[in-house]
């Protein structure tokens, strides 16, 4: 009869960051191990605390099936030598626990079948347990040994639980045997917990005040902080990083609220945020006009018989942290940011890249270039740019180095600078993750692209390269951020250009062609990469690339154009008579007269098709010059039936080179308009 199986390990409080993964790997480690072996297996459930990862298998069943064992073994040839056994035949029928005469002769080889009866669960577990133990090790390059024993885990192991149905499983490890017995909450209830079967696990625990299930668990955390914040007239700021990293540290949760003194709210908002949340993982409240509240919430992991002393005490840890950030804060701003600037030469950026200093430098002259390029404000552009590292330098950012750019623009803004340079010194490192905004100005995604390119640049000048598992200086993020901020900026860019640019700046590496295209390409597979996440595909992909990919801008432009002209019944004809038409041309060995003579025309259809070629290109003018790429496609469409009656009539290798030419110069010259915006014939047809 199938029953459930219930696996548990007992810890000291586990890392907040490995709970989940560790709770996973258990659960992959025996249920896959189990399907692997044969045993039927039914839905699976995890649970997770700071001091337990379990799992809970339903139906599993209580043997696997029988095995049909099979083994190739020597070829024939090799298996008999003057009509005896070779030692090699010998060897493998001891080696399959036979004798030799057991074995079969198929298809020239030595053959051992066996069918084995399949093994009871609670004697594969044993093993099954050990092999998942090795895949968690994995997850963890640091684990700790405790006691006399060499066995080692992430944290020492006090307890294992382990049923199947209401049977003990027998299993043995860090000196511990596996029994019934698990244990509540630390200090609601610290005595151990017997159970009669994995039913009683999950009412047990609950009773023992441990909240075992980590996604509800974690929506009831996320219930109570809101329902507090309501309290308190607020919202709450919940990090979803944050809010699963404080489930992992509490069984029994319970929000509380502490204030902030209002001294401290003369901070910046993000630094009270990185204090009171990073630091001491409390969550912060807001009114509706995003102003920062002089509230916290915390999650408490026990039922305070006092919650007033809970709360002072959290008030009084986080109130060293704040005092500390406001002398920071006080302390920066007693000299202008220009000021910091000449610190930034003794600041290291790469050893063969030269300092931080130079590095600025180098940006400022970039982003000027950029500017004039695009028509924007050099003049703020240049001195955001130059002021856009100064906060490397300053106390508060080297007690918060995740505050850098936010802090340049607060000290920026506090040195009377112009609002326009201080957001763009503010936002210069956007986008810092995938998906995350960019630059709100133009100044601000100028610099932010010339400092981005910069590295990418320098780097690859200097031969480190992200490799496939490898990348230091997250150069592919870079190159992202670049690409969406040329299109979503939106900056018309020569791309390569501008690159090019920032090659020939570094002070060390190589600068040459070479190095340049392989950036390039680089670069490209980042676009190609942010074209298909946004619906293309690859052969749309295709079809603009091969027109040239230099300015993302109007890359993207011309592929949305492309995709939306997909969708039209002419796109498939149109892709397919550009494949025809060009495979036309390429087998004749450039036979295609230079013009086309209307007095070599035999057939209607020839006429045809010339009239609307001169009349597509004609309205094509126009749009050419707005770069109207999705008009221009549509345009396009009219030449479908011409071009299927051109097909169906003509035979365009004709014995009258002079006609064949001029048939050539005609497919030239629809395959010319198939090139305006795209390759069509990179497009399925």
């Known amino acids: 009869m199938n029953q459930s199986l219930l696996i548990e390990l007992g810890t000291e409080d586990l890392p907040a960051r490995y709970v989940q993964p560790l709770t996973q790997a258990l659960a992959q480690g025996i249920g896959g191990g189990l399907a692997k072996r044969g045993v039927a297996v039914g839905e699976t459930r995890t649970f997770a605390t700071p001091r337990r990862i379990a799992v809970l298998i339903a139906d599993v069943g209580e043997r696997q099936a029988d095995q049909n064992l099979e083994r190739k073994g020597p070829q024939i040839a090799a298996a008999f030598k003057d009509g005896q056994p070779t030692p090699a035949a010998l060897g493998f029928a001891k080696s399959c626990g036979v004798e030799f005469k057991a074995l079969k002769q198929e298809n020239g080889n030595l053959v051992f079948r ?79 917990i017997s159970l009669k079967s994995f039913a009683d696990y999950g009412p047990a625990l609950w009773d023992a005040r441990v909240w075992a299930d980590f996604a509800g668990r974690r929506a009831e955390i996320k219930r109570q902080i809101e329902a507090e914040a309501a309290k308190l007239g607020g919202d709450p700021r919940i990090d979803e990083t944050l809010l699963d990293e404080v489930t992992a540290l509490v069984e029994w949760p319970v929000a509380i609220s502490g204030r902030i003194e209002e001294r401290f709210l003369q901070l910046p908002p993000e630094v009270v945020v990185a204090t009171v949340e990073t630091n001491q993982r409390y969550f912060t409240l807001f009114d509706t006009a995003g102003k920062l509240l002089p509230y916290f919430i915390t999650v408490a992991n026990i039922e305070s018989k006092d919650v007033s002393q809970v709360i002072a005490g959290n008030e009084r840890v986080v109130r060293p942290r704040l005092t500390d950030a406001l002398f920071f804060w006080e302390q920066d701003r007693k000299q202008p940011l220009e000021a910091y600037g000449e610190k930034l030469n003794t600041v290291t950026f790469q050893k063969d890249l030269g300092s931080t200093g130079e590095k600025v430098a180098r940006v400022r002259r970039l982003a000027g270039d950029i500017a004039a390029r695009v028509g924007a404000d050099a003049a703020t552009v240049e001195r955001a ?8 330098v300053t106390k508060m950012v080297y007690e918060f180095p995740e505050l850098q750019g936010l802090m340049g623009g607060y000290y920026a803004r506090a040195a009377g600078e112009p609002d326009a340079v201080a957001r763009a010194v503010a936002e210069h490192y956007r986008p810092t993750q995938a998906g995350g905004p960019i630059p709100s100005t133009p100044a601000g995604q100028i610099v932010a692209l010339a400092d981005k390119l910069d590295s990418l640049a320098g780097i690859f000048a200097i031969g480190q390269k992200p490799t496939a598992s490898k990348d230091p200086y997250a150069l592919r993020r870079a190159a992202l951020g670049a690409l969406r901020i040329c299109v979503e900026g939106p900056l018309d860019l020569d791309l390569r250009e501008v690159l090019k640019a920032a090659l020939d700046a570094q002070p060390a590496g190589k600068r040459d062609e070479g190095v340049l295209n392989e950036l390039w390409d680089f670069v490209v597979e980042r676009l190609r990469g942010y074209c298909i996440e946004r619906g293309a595909t690859g052969e749309q992909f295709e079809a603009v690339r091969v027109m040239g990919a230099s300015r ?3 890359f993207v432009r011309r592929l949305e154009a492309l995709q939306a002209f997909q969708s039209t019944p002419a796109a498939a004809t149109l892709a397919a008579a550009d494949k025809r038409a060009r495979n036309i041309l390429r087998q004749s060995g450039g036979q295609a007269a230079s013009s086309i003579q209307t007095r070599l025309f035999e057939v209607p259809s020839e006429h045809a098709l010339l009239a609307e070629l001169e009349r597509v290109d004609s309205a094509l003018a126009p749009l050419r010059a707005k770069a109207a790429y999705g008009d221009m496609l549509l345009a396009l469409s009219a030449l479908k039936e011409p071009v299927d009656a051109f097909f169906d009539g003509v035979m365009v290798m004709a014995e009258n080179l002079e006609v064949r030419g001029n048939r050539l110069a005609l497919l030239a010259r629809l395959d010319a308009l198939c090139r305006e915006v795209a390759d069509l014939s990179c497009l399925p047809g």
């Open 114 to 192: 066996k069918k084995q009866k399949g093994r009871k669960t609670l004697e594969l577990i044993a093993e099954i347990f050990e092999e998942t133990l090795k895949q968690m090790d994995q997850l963890v390059p640091k684990r700790m040994r405790w006691g006399a024993g060499e066995e080692t885990f992430v944290r020492p192991v006090q307890w294992i639980l382990a049923l199947y149905g209401s049977r003990i499983v027998p299993l043995e490890r860090f000196g511990l045997k596996a029994g019934r017995k698990t244990y509540g909450h630390r200090f609601h209830a610290p005595k151990a």
């Open 385 to 392: 740019a130059q002021l856009a590292k100064n906060d490397l």
């Open 552 to 554: 993302p801008l109007d």
